[in-house]
């Protein structure tokens, strides 16, 4: 078992200690720790000793596996606005190849509680070079907010679609 | 915590500079004898009690002296020949190993990312020995990423720091995100030769939520025996979020163009941090007239594969920088492995040296002597 296939067993573990080690060590891993994404979005929901080096690692890691996309579309839409933040900012780190995303992005977009997710999901929308029209519709409504960060990323990305 | 219901007043840069100009206007007026003004951008600064718990006492007009001299060198004077220290390279040697004091007549700068810098960090005395003695080297450092719930992560670092007898204190931001997982800015200094000017620290206003993570600056001055020679400089420190840098770098331009026009006896300002690009992905700021990097092709993360932090400068106005710098390889210099270091921080301090006089002294002092009590 390599590194990092074992800090994402033990971000499983009972102990908040071994979890948060495991965190560490995956923060410290630059881009290898790719293959945790999913791992390390579950973790933004757990004790703050582990959150905070899970949120370290998800910003050095880059683009997630495109094998990720079914699950992080899954989290998008999860009740922890820390998990969804994430899912969606890797799903963005994706670009076009999380085309899929689109409908699910459009949905945090318009729904989600959270304002830094809902931006994040505008963001991540301005990711990709062909939009669908859910999407475009849901950047229209966004590029009309009253939030002047969300209304920004809305009309930098359809000006790319 | 910057949170995202603060961000939401509809205020243009231009507007931003507006108010920066009542802020000073009124302040001047009120008159504040020895630093009349903070600048602009600067928020109220959350009325320098919280942040600035170890500012006691720091008034400029009061400082100690060095054996400097009293007036400034040549131009042309060649820097003091330091022998830990090379152009570039990565350096220097820890002073506990060397015995090596820092010469009067330079200011040494540094930016260090201590990664996620909280308690899990300092309950590691290996990795607290290690950043004791990167901090030891340097005048001032511009720390990004502490990561806590405390307030006692800088108090307790400051006081590992300071058991040989040193004097070094801090300033602290804010915390600083749109999640709930927030970081601050510090600046780590040596108060027997760094005076920092209480009135002119804070954290850039971003009422358009244009930065994650908005740039904490302060004012400093060496100590000399001559304040009103003495090189005085703005330092901006800045985390860029990585997902976002294109659009930040750009916003940066203006955060420097705004510390430029911040206070009429002030020319030199120096953004230095984690600007996750290296220099030929500054964007706008790279692009201002006279800009300029410290570090230019060395690579500043621990896997020595990127080059994310820096200090950027105006060549014309700071030319008080001697040229100078270097990344300190954390592996060579304290003999560890590439595991151990990476437990310190993913990132290299980066640094530069300056002297400690002003260099454009008749443009300051023409601004200043209106100024001063």
């Avoid at chain 1, 969606?88 to 190849?97: A, N």
């Avoid at chain 2, 903070?38 to 009690?49: D, E, K, S, W, Y």
């Avoid at chain 2, 300029?292 to 008080?320: C, M």
């Amino acid at each position: 078992m390599s590194q990092v296939e074992q800090a994402i067993a033990d971000l499983q573990h009972a102990q908040v200690e071994v979890r948060a080690a495991a965190a560490e060590k995956l923060a410290t891993a630059g881009s290898d720790a790719a293959p945790a994404s999913v791992a390390l979005v579950r973790a933004c929901a757990d004790d703050e000793s582990v959150r905070t080096w899970a949120v370290a690692a998800l910003e050095d890691l880059g683009p997630p596996p495109a094998s990720t996309l079914a699950e992080l579309k899954k989290l998008a839409e999860a009740p922890q606005p820390l998990v969804s933040y994430w899912a969606v900012t890797l799903i963005g780190r994706l670009g076009d190849d999380a085309a899929t995303a689109v409908p699910t992005l459009a949905g945090v977009v318009r729904t989600a509680a959270d304002l830094a997710t809902r931006e994040r999901a505008a963001w991540a929308l301005g990711q990709m070079t062909s939009i669908s029209p859910d999407g475009v519709a849901a950047l229209k409504t966004a590029a009309e907010a009253n939030e002047p960060r969300l209304a920004r990323l809305a009309r930098e990305a359809l000006e790319k679609t | 915590m910057a949170n995202s219901s603060s961000r939401r007043r509809g205020w243009s840069l231009g507007k931003l500079v507006f108010r920066l100009f009542l802020v000073v206007a009124a302040l001047t007026f009120l008159g504040n004898p020895q630093w009349p003004v903070v600048g602009p951008a600067i928020q109220q600064l959350q009325t320098g009690v919280k942040y600035l718990q170890h500012q006691v006492g720091v008034r400029f007009a009061e400082s100690t002296s060095t054996s400097a001299p009293p007036a400034p060198p040549p131009s042309d004077a060649l820097p003091a020949q330091n022998p830990n220290v090379q152009t570039g390279t990565l350096n220097p040697v820890p002073a506990q190993n060397t015995g090596y004091q820092r010469p009067a007549d330079k200011v040494y700068i540094a930016s260090f990312n201590i990664q996620v810098f909280g308690e899990s960090k300092l309950s590691k005395p290996d990795v607290v020995e290690i950043l004791v003695q990167l901090v030891r080297q340097f005048d001032i450092v511009a720390i990004q990423e502490v990561r806590a719930q405390s307030d006692e992560i800088l108090p307790r670092f400051l006081a590992a720091i300071n058991a040989n007898g040193a004097r070094y204190q801090y300033l602290i931001g804010p915390r600083l995100g749109r999640t709930n997982s927030t970081e601050q800015y510090a600046f780590i200094y040596d108060s027997s030769r760094i005076e920092a000017d209480p009135a002119s620290v804070g954290t850039i206003a971003d009422p358009n939520d244009l930065l994650h993570r908005e740039p904490f600056v302060a004012r400093f001055r060496p100590r000399t025996n001559n304040p009103d020679r003495a090189f005085t400089f703005w330092l901006v420190d800045m985390h860029t979020d990585p997902d976002e840098v294109k659009q930040e770098v750009d916003v940066l331009a203006d955060v420097f163009q705004l510390m430029k026009g911040a206070r009429p006896d002030e020319d030199d300002v120096i953004l230095l941090g984690d600007l996750n690009a290296s220099e030929k992905q500054l964007g706008r700021l790279g692009q201002l007239p006279g800009i300029g990097w410290v570090v230019s092709g060395v690579p500043t993360n621990t896997q020595k594969s990127k080059t994310y932090d820096n200090l950027i400068y105006d060549t014309s106005a700071t030319r008080e920088y001697t040229g100078r710098w270097g990344v300190v390889d954390i592996e060579s210099i304290f003999g560890v492995s590439r595991d151990q270091a990476l437990r310190v921080s993913d990132h290299l301090p980066v640094w530069a040296e300056f002297d400690v006089w002003e260099a454009n002294l008749a443009t300051n002092m023409a601004g200043s002597a209106a100024l001063t009590r």
